[in-house]
T-cell receptor, first 117, second 111 residues
């Protein structure tokens, strides 16, 4: 059973370009979460998605950032018109169907390191 | 969401037991305590989770006092490969989870 997969692992973009980060959750997992991590800091929640639905995007900047989790295919985090401050590691996590009364474990991918020149 | 406070860094030597304490004074009744481990250039990995008293698995133990305002992750006989950042998270059970990672505790295990 493959773990959470993210690609690319490293992405270099120039200011003003678009960045597309992909995340394939673990088999059988229907919940996806995106986090951003700046150097020497903890992960910051960005968005939580289920298939074809954004459940919580409270941690995602209102402009230039968007996320989707289509019925078929990976989840995509899209950053338009990137700026240097977007340089960070972006982690995706997935979890199975959530059960009431239990705190479900999130399984993290290896991350995509975005560098904006 | 309950805020957590943990030491920024800790040093230890191989073979020692390491205890990392996390404070969460505002923990709510339905909050669980979860610890994650993160190696450089990798995503976090689940270590252990608990609600109260003591939980033990093959990797670590988690001690939670009756008031649940703190918790202690205990790593027995650490090795160099345990050098990592350890995050304490407090999150409610419910329809979904939204983990908030603080800065974590950077554990440095020396030979």
């Amino acid at each position: 059973n493959a773990g959470v997969m993210q690609n690319p692992r490293h992405l270099v973009r120039r200011r003003g370009q678009e960045a597309r980060l992909r995340c394939s959750p673990m088999k059988g997992h229907s919940h996806v979460y995106w986090y951003r991590q700046l150097p020497e800091e903890g992960l910051k929640f960005m968005v939580y998605l289920q298939k074809e639905n954004i459940i919580d995007e409270s941690g995602m900047p209102k402009e230039r950032f968007s996320a989707e989790f289509p019925k078929e295919g990976p989840s995509i985090l899209r950053i338009q018109q990137v700026v240097r401050g977007d340089s960070a590691a972006y982690f995706c996590a997935s979890s199975p169907l959530l059960r009431e009364g239990l705190n479900n474990e999130q399984f993290f991918g290896p991350g995509t390191r975005l560098t904006v020149l | 969401l309950a805020k957590t406070t943990q030491p920024i860094s800790m040093d230890s030597y191989e073979g020692q037991e390491v205890n990392i304490t996390c404070s969460h004074n505002n923990i709510a009744t339905n909050d669980y305590i979860t610890w994650y481990q993160q190696f450089p250039s990798q995503g976090p990995r689940f270590i252990i989770q608990g609600y109260k008293t003591k939980v033990t698995n093959e990797v670590a133990s988690l001690f939670i006092p009756a008031d649940r305002k703190s918790s202690t992750l205990s790593l027995p006989r650490v090795s160099l490969s345990d050098t990592a950042v350890y995050y304490c998270l407090v999150a409610p059970a419910g329809n979904f989870n939204k983990f908030y990672f603080g800065s974590g505790t950077k554990l440095n295990v020396k030979p």
